[in-house]
């Protein structure tokens, strides 16, 4: 059982930037996910959610209007589209997956992790 972020690169401020999270085995396929971003100093944040189908998402504040979030359930993966990015947005970005019926904004919510891709946005 395994989550594996991926798309996390060096991007100017302005840029945009897809993350993938793929997830293993087939369990997987229909739990809410969520990804949530780490800057160095900081604690975890939520950055967005999304519930099994696909109908019910949400999005940090600090997100709100740049972020997308989707999932392809055939493909067993989740997405975070990032546009308009900016310094800020500078962390180490996290999938995870919970048991629950729906995605939540806190971490202890989730049951699963990714190892986390980092995401460098220069000014």
């Known amino acids: 059982v395994q989550l594996q972020a991926s798309g996390g690169g060096l991007v100017q401020a302005g840029g945009s930037l897809r993350l993938s999270c793929a997830a293993s085995?087939?369990?997987?396929?229909?739990?809410?996910k969520g990804w949530f971003r780490q800057a160095p100093g900081k604690e975890r944040e939520f950055v967005a959610g999304?519930?099994?189908?696909?109908?019910?998402?949400g999005y940090g504040d600090s997100v709100k209007g740049r972020f997308t979030i989707f999932r392809d359930n055939a493909k067993n993966t989740v997405y975070l589209q990032m546009n308009s990015l900016k310094p800020e947005d500078t962390a180490v970005y996290y999938c995870?997956?919970?048991?629950?019926?729906?995605?939540?904004?806190?971490?202890?919510?989730?049951?699963?992790w990714g190892q986390g891709t980092e995401v460098t946005v220069s000014s």
């Open positions: 995870a997956a919970a048991k629950g019926r729906h995605w939540g904004p806190v971490a202890d919510e989730y049951d699963y």
């Open positions: 085995g087939r369990t997987f396929t229909y739990y809410p």
């Open positions: 999304i519930n099994w189908s696909g109908g019910s998402t």
